[in-house]
């Protein structure tokens, strides 16, 4: 059974930088892609980032491109967001998440694993 848990969410000003973290278990991580969703109150659960197993691709939604960096660290079995440059709309819930190897897809209906959550809230 795959295990997600998220970590370092907060409240940050807007312009702040945050640094998320996901530690997996429960399989082989370096063999699967991850991914980070995100969900504000009131709205559907939204693509973020996703990376594929090794590093080697990467894709973000246009609202954080330039922004945010997604990364993982097979050896620990973390996958990390750097968040800068935060806006008060991104204020959301974000969640990591992973599927079937390889899998690179942006809707959330295709992940099969998901962490509980961690909140993030930028003040104006």
């Known amino acids: 059974q795959v295990q997600l848990a998220e970590s370092g969410g907060g409240l940050v000003q807007a312009g702040g930088s945050l640094r998320l973290s996901c530690a997996a278990s429960g399989r082989t991580f370096s063999t699967y892609s991850m991914a980070w969703f995100r969900q504000a109150p009131g709205k559907e659960r939204e693509f973020v980032a996703n990376?594929?197993?090794?590093?080697?691709?990467?894709n973000y939604a246009d609202s954080v491109k330039g922004r945010f960096t997604i990364s993982r660290d097979n050896a620990k079995n973390t996958l990390y967001l750097q968040m800068n440059s935060l806006k008060p709309e991104d204020t959301s819930v974000y969640y990591c998440?992973?599927?079937?190897?390889?899998?690179?897809?942006?809707?959330?209906?295709?992940?099969?694993?998901w962490g509980q959550g961690t909140q993030v809230t930028v003040s104006s």
């Open positions: 998440a992973t599927g079937r190897p390889g899998l690179m897809a942006t809707a959330p209906s295709r992940y099969d694993y």
């Open positions: 990376i594929r197993w090794n590093g080697g691709s990467t």
